[in-house]
């Protein structure tokens, strides 16, 4: 079985920056593959109909070959009502 690493601060900055709120589809950041990540292909945060999505397709290490896809959502949850 092979490993990956992702780093997810630039995922968080968006969540923190509240791009969120912007209306369509934003891109707030294009991650490059690169010697110190396991991306495959670039990988863009957006906001996309009120959510923060990052698709991610990581190049599996220590293992012959292997991709792994993954799709991050930061959906903000509705608070409740105390009572």
Sequence with gaps: MGDAEIDINPFME???MRIAGSEGNVVYRTILPAPNNCLATESC??????????DIILR??????????L???WQPLQRARRR
Aim: with cysteine.
């Design 14 to 16: 968006a969540v923190k």
């Design 60 to 69: 599996l290490r220590n293992v012959e070959c292997g991709e792994l896809e």
């Design 71 to 73: 799709q991050l959502v």
């Design 45 to 54: 945060i957006r906001c996309v109909d009120g959510k923060i999505v990052q």
